[in-house]
């Protein structure tokens, strides 16, 4: 069964560790933060349905 788990917060609070963290400790893969590099092509003015689009990643 694959379950999804998505780390929100903001910049700085560690979520790049605490996704490593999680990784290493159930034996899995993660993928690194997702919203940095979607706001950097689509710019910082985002609407609630880009927030939707992040979730997804």
């Avoid at 899995?28 to 939707?52: I, K, M, Q, S, V």
Wanted: charged share 25%; glycine share 8%; aromatic share 10%.
């Amino acid at each position: 069964m694959l379950k999804k788990v998505v780390i929100l917060g903001p910049e700085s609070t560690g979520k790049s560790t605490l996704a490593t963290e999680l990784s290493a400790r159930f034996d899995t893969n993660w993928c690194p933060e997702f919203a940095r590099e979607y706001l950097l092509e689509h710019g910082t003015n985002y609407t609630f349905e880009d927030l939707a689009v992040i979730a997804k990643g």
